[in-house]
T-cell receptor
């Protein structure tokens, strides 16, 4: 069945470092892909999305490109801030009513 | 603010007791979802609803039931709580008919002792 695999965390970085969080997926066809972020004590919120191959989603300095050939949707940011510390979830939707989430990756950014 | 209220926000209960969690939306959306979040598992879908009295199971529905008697409220019931149901429960709504973008409530932390 469809699934999402994320890199294990935590990812620990210093402020202004470059961030990559890996996400790969298994799905038949062409799902829509999402990154959600969960700040401490809160629910998830949509960070960015891409609906077809080669689309790039971007928001708040974060980017992810839908790579069909490698079935990946890696999240990147050029310079992280302490305020980016959160848990990041990759998710897919394959024209169903349901989202499939990865297990989440915790990011910790230190000053 | 996604217009979603979950209640209670925290609850401690004993094994074997029934528990009902409530999700209330103010925006009249058709789709509503219940998830549980556990370390190492991410978010897992329990049940969802696609309209009043229209519900379907998710991947971890055993031990849970839901009801939706009006558009704005989606109730999750643990018929007889077990310690394995200790978790953080999130409700979500879907606003867009063409894209499955979901908006989440703040969560309910449930401890079953």
């Amino acid at each position: 069945g469809d699934s999402v695999t994320q890199m294990e965390g935590p990812v620990t970085l210093s402020e202004e470092a470059f961030l990559t969080i890996n996400c790969t997926y298994t799905a038949t066809g062409y799902p829509s892909l999402f990154w959600y972020v969960q700040y401490p004590g809160e629910g998830l919120q949509l960070l960015l999305k891409a609906t077809k191959a080669d689309d790039k989603g971007s928001n708040k300095g974060f980017e992810a490109t839908y790579r069909k050939e490698t079935t990946s949707f890696h999240l990147e940011k050029g310079s992280v801030q302490v305020s980016d510390s959160a848990v990041y979830f990759c998710a897919l939707d394959y024209n169903t009513d349901k989202l499939i989430f990865g297990t989440g990756t915790r990011l910790q950014v230190f000053p | 603010d996604a217009g979603i209220t979950q209640s209670p926000r925290h609850k401690v209960t004993e094994t074997g007791t029934p528990v009902t969690l409530r999700c209330h939306q103010t925006e009249n959306h058709r789709y509503m979802y219940w998830y549980r979040q556990d370390p190492g598992h991410g978010l897992r879908l329990i049940h969802y609803s696609y309209g009043v009295k229209d519900t379907d199971k998710g991947e971890v529905s055993d031990g849970y039931s839901v009801s939706r008697s009006k558009t704005e409220d989606f109730l999750l019931t643990l018929e007889s709580a077990t310690s394995s149901q200790t978790s953080v429960y999130f409700c979500a709504i879907r606003r867009d008919r063409t894209q499955n973008i979901q908006y989440f409530g703040a969560g309910t932390r449930l401890s079953v002792l």
